[in-house]
């Protein structure tokens, strides 16, 4: 039947209109940060700790399987997160404390300014624990600079209500916008607030002297059904204090879950791209500040609205949270500052096109990790790569005993490796405390073969030209992101005007057979 040409016309105008406003539409960032979380969700496969509301975010993104931290620090890690740059790049070499001065370098640029200077609307809400403020300046902020890290972190209902105050802003401005929400569950409560339990799991639990979350319904483990990681020890006072984490874990599923409600009811459901991950491991053994897989292994979920993106998919892709920058400002259209985009094999790269189809495995594909400090006493710094199948570290200040951090210290399950060893009883644990506080050097793990991470190759005659790959493709990133620590502990840089990078003039202290050249 032949249609009128008017209404062809009309047709063809309505389809043009709608492109056009498709096409201009804001894009939009939300960013959900855990604070030391790790893979205590049912999206990855964990069976015990109720998470209903990421399992449900997972459902309609890409889960990757292989995403790490570059340091296993708060602060470190979030700056690291903020500007696409290693934290002995960025300047953030330790916890953003006032007391003992950690800051990034003036002249380091982050996500947030980057896109302000673009039109983007920007805002944080709950832990931000990096500094200088001119070098991390959101529009809207509030965080612990101002506010009980509690109420603006753990409070759910409360960030709720400052995340629709935040959209509310956005739409009025008609502006794009990045949001980021930096949670603080699951972090441990340590010397914080030791009345709500060691992860603050009776903050706000209707239990009589805790407060009231009006949108937190707690979720209460048995400890003897918790799911144990292989490396925290298989004891009452350990899994009690996984019970305990799981509870926190549950309110920041519901956190999480609100967020998301928020964003819907605000109208920018179809049009946001949206992040899941954390800054670090979980605070236990072998987790948080270590340079092993539960250290820097983190949960990532990334949602992207577009028509043709990959929904409930699981990608292999090993990728890095420095990736993070570059992808964001992808998403915004805006070009990625020289000093992560310049032409490197290991730069950061954006993860946009993963979200639409999964790349081809390469065992070229590598991670890389710099770590300095933790708290200020926490002098131990590591540098890492990672492939698909080895792992090399380096760890720099190797004569020391490895460092406890405060928090780790006073837990339930470190003050019981503590006691078990000192008097001898059995510890049912992967390892001795003498060999966590005593590291080598280096250490080389095969992790197809290993995933544990309890058999060190280093040296080993049949596998001595990977470790030489690895180890010069360690320093050609150390080289590339200009790493202070490039010739330690053996040499010390070459500091003279003029001279070549590389260069370093040997110390003759007995470790010059491990010296770069």
């Known amino acids: 039947m032949a249609r009128h040409p008017v209404a062809v016309i009309t047709l063809l105008l309505c389809l043009i209109i709608t492109n056009t406003v498709l096409s201009n539409k804001n894009r939009n960032v939300l960013i959900l940060l855990a604070d030391d979380g790790g893979f205590e969700i049912g999206a990855y496969r964990n069976k015990i700790c109720q998470t209903p509301n990421i399992d449900e975010f997972a459902k309609r993104s890409v889960i990757f399987n292989n995403a790490f931290s570059s340091v296993s620090s708060c602060s470190p890690s979030r700056a690291a997160l903020l500007t696409g740059t290693p934290s002995h790049q960025n300047g953030m070499y330790g916890l953003h404390h006032g007391v003992h001065h950690f800051n990034s370098f003036d002249n380091v640029t982050s996500l947030p300014n980057i896109l302000r200077e673009h039109g983007v609307y920007t805002g944080i809400i709950g832990k931000k624990h990096v500094g200088p403020s001119s070098v991390y300046k959101f529009d809207m902020e509030w965080t612990e600079e101002g506010h009980s890290i509690n109420q603006v972190g753990r409070n759910i209902t409360h960030m709720k209500l400052l995340a629709r105050k935040f959209l509310r802003e956005a739409n009025r401005l008609d502006k794009p916008f990045l949001l980021y929400v930096g949670f603080h569950d699951p972090h441990r409560c340590g010397h914080e607030a030791p009345q709500y339990g060691p992860f603050c799991e009776r903050f706000g639990s209707s239990e009589e002297g805790m407060g009231v979350?009006?949108?937190?319904?707690?979720?209460?483990?048995?400890?003897?059904?918790?799911?144990?990681?292989?490396?925290?020890?298989?004891?009452?006072?350990?899994?009690?204090?996984?019970?305990?984490?799981?509870?926190?874990?549950?309110?920041?599923?519901?956190?999480?879950?609100?967020?998301?409600?928020?964003?819907?009811?605000?109208?920018?459901?179809?049009?946001?791209?949206v992040i899941y991950t954390s800054d670090n491991g979980i605070p236990f053994p072998s987790g948080r500040t270590n340079f092993y897989d539960p250290g820097l292994r983190e949960p990532l979920i990334m949602h992207s609205p577009d028509p043709g993106a990959r929904r409930n998919e699981a990608s292999g892709a090993l990728v890095s949270l420095l990736d993070l920058t570059p992808t964001v400002l992808d998403w915004f259209g805006v070009r990625t500052p020289r000093h992560i985009d310049h032409e490197w094999r290991d730069r950061p790269r954006s993860l946009l096109p993963i979200l639409n189809k999964e790349p081809p495995p390469s065992e070229q594909d590598a991670v890389f990790s710099s770590q300095t400090h933790h708290e200020i006493t926490m002098y131990y710094p590591m540098r890492s790569v990672r492939t698909r199948r080895y792992k090399l570290i380096h760890n720099l200040n190797f004569g020391m005993p490895f460092p406890i951090d405060q928090d780790l210290y006073v837990s339930p399950t470190f003050q019981d490796i503590l006691n078990r060893t000192r008097s001898k009883q059995p510890l049912p644990w992967y390892k001795t405390l003498k060999q966590y506080y005593y590291r080598p050097q280096w250490e080389m793990y095969d992790l197809k073969n290993d995933p544990l991470e309890t058999h060190n190759l280093h040296g080993k005659p049949s596998l001595s030209e990977v470790e030489a790959s690895l180890r010069e493709r360690l320093h050609s990133w150390q080289l590339a992101t200009g790493d202070p620590w490039l010739c330690s502990p053996a040499a010390v840089r070459d500091p003279r005007p003029g001279a070549h990078s590389a260069v370093c003039d040997a110390l003759d202290n007995g470790l010059t057979h491990y010296m770069h050249t």
């Not at 519901?254 to 605000?266: F, N, P, T």
Request: no cysteine; aromatic share 12%; hydrophobic share 35%.
């Open 213 to 273: 979350i009006p949108d937190w319904k707690p979720w209460y483990y048995q400890w003897d059904e918790v799911q144990l990681p292989y490396h925290v020890q298989d004891t009452e006072a350990a899994r009690r204090d996984i019970a305990a984490q799981y509870t926190t874990m549950s309110r920041l599923d519901q956190g999480v879950g609100l967020m998301l409600k928020e964003l819907e009811a605000a109208g920018h459901g179809h049009d946001t791209l």
